[in-house]
């Protein structure tokens, strides 16, 4: 049985649109701007919250994206892991709504993430924030866009005055070795944080350890298809699905601050 061609159809693609317009629906319904949501609210076993919104979108998403690609592996913040995902060479990788603490509190700025990775690697991804109207997007080879337009990194090359959003305790460390940089609102959604890279909105993306695949996936292609590059500290490209999808800490950036930021950051405190 021949096998399917790993990347996206433009008909697939748009298929793909579609559905996490949809899921943003879905979601939208349980939202309250400036309010508590009235979706229930329930505590995982690290204590981080999931609503039923949550589970609304997840469960429409996982019907609606194996529809378009039956072949594909499911890897989902919200379902449980499955093993079989590590003998398909071809994932759905989706946060149904990545940055659910903001949506809970009727905070904007939540999205929802779906990445389509094969040999673990992402080949496609969307981020569809509709309490911003916000949507990026990015196939492999084809560029990033922002609401339909061209999107790319800044071109900001050195540390100081550079624009950066990320946990507090890094942003501290960039400070106490005498790097003087712009730091930023911390966008709630991680998925959010780094496409603003590719947007140029910031010059530079922090996120602490713990990232899961879910959370950065589709935000990774869109960084990379804008000119940046999302990584470890010792400058790894990331791969996605494996047996635990879980990264260290990262810095998305062009390609001239990542490693400047990387090496400040890895430095022991009080070293050259």
């Known amino acids: 049985m021949s096998q ?8 697939d693609f748009g298929r793909v649109g579609d ?15 400036g309010a508590r949501t009235r979706a229930a609210v329930t505590l995982k076993n690290d204590r981080s919250p999931v609503t039923e919104a949550d589970i609304a979108v997840d469960r429409f998403l996982h019907e609606a994206l194996l529809r378009i690609r039956p072949d594909a592996g499911w890897l ?25 603490r903001a949506f809970a509190e009727g905070a904007r700025d939540w999205a929802v993430s779906v990445a389509l990775v094969h040999a673990g690697q992402p080949l496609a991804g969307i981020l569809w924030a509709p309490a911003l ?10 560029g990033a866009l922002r609401n339909g337009l061209p999107i790319g990194v800044s071109r900001q090359a050195e540390i100081a005055g550079a624009r950066v959003a990320g946990p507090r305790g890094m942003l501290d460390m960039l400070c106490e070795r005498g790097h003087a940089v712009v730091a930023m609102p911390r966008e709630p959604s991680l998925a959010l944080r780094i496409a603003r890279v590719a947007d ?10 713990n990232a899961h695949d879910w959370d950065i996936a589709a935000a990774d292609i869109i960084l990379r298809e804008a000119g940046g590059q999302l990584g470890t ?9 494996t047996r635990a999808p879980v990264h260290g ?17 890895a430095r022991e405190k009080g070293s050259p």
């Open 76 to 100: 989902s913040e919200e379902s449980a892991d499955d093993s079989a995902r590590l003998d398909r060479p071809t994932v759905w990788i989706v946060d149904p709504i990545d940055g659910t």
């Open 249 to 265: 800490r990262l810095i998305g950036a062009n390609s001239t601050l990542a490693p400047l930021l990387a090496a400040a950051l």
């Open 19 to 33: 559905a996490i317009v949809e899921a943003g629906r879905i979601a939208l319904s349980f939202f309250t701007e």
């Open 4 to 11: 399917t061609h790993p990347a996206l159809t433009d008909k």
């Open 200 to 209: 140029a909105a910031l010059d530079a993306g922090l996120a602490s350890s």
């Open 133 to 142: 109207s916000l949507r990026y997007e990015a196939r492999a080879g084809a």
């Open 233 to 241: 500290l010792d400058g790894a490209r990331l791969r996605y699905n």
